[in-house]
């Protein structure tokens, strides 16, 4: 998945304030909640083969929250290891050649479980968990399912790139 159709896909999946509303939430929060599926174009925007990179660069992600993932507002590189989010507090890293991976927030040498082979790998895993967690906040069957869930996490390690990034999609989507 390319950076431009991740940010498309990611807005198409935003809940009407309509739905928002018959959920309880104000017209203020419904429209707060809708801004979070949305990646706001930076005006100076350069180019990048690597779809993750790409994204990160060129958009403002500090609104976008995809179940507990959130983006920082400025990515950070510390030994050649970019640190561009979190999980609560622990941090979402990306090495190039290693994937991303999360790690403690007080030691950033422990790696608590791997998320994905490459950015666009991820890419394509966050789609999945937008489409899941939205459907989840309008439906209250299909959140109450847990057959729905396990093909979730499963659909989600595929996207990733392999069974091996289960714990990771169980432990943001359980």
Partial sequence: MNTEQFVSELRDLAPTINQLNNLGFSKSEGLEFIESYNCVSKKKSVYYENQLLNLLNNYILSSIEIASITFTDHMKSVNGKIIFGNIDSDLLVYEI?????????TNHSHVITSCARSGEN???????????????????????DPAILRSTIYKC??????????????????
């Fill in 97 to 105: 050649n290693s994937g991303i991976y999360l790690v403690d927030y």
């Fill in 122 to 144: 991820f890419l394509n895993a966050l789609i999945q968990i937008a489409r899941y967690s939205t459907r989840c906040l309008l439906d209250e069957q299909f959140r109450e």
């Fill in 157 to 174: 390690s595929i996207e990733a790139g392999g069974e091996e990034y289960q714990q990771f999609y169980s432990m943001v989507l359980d």
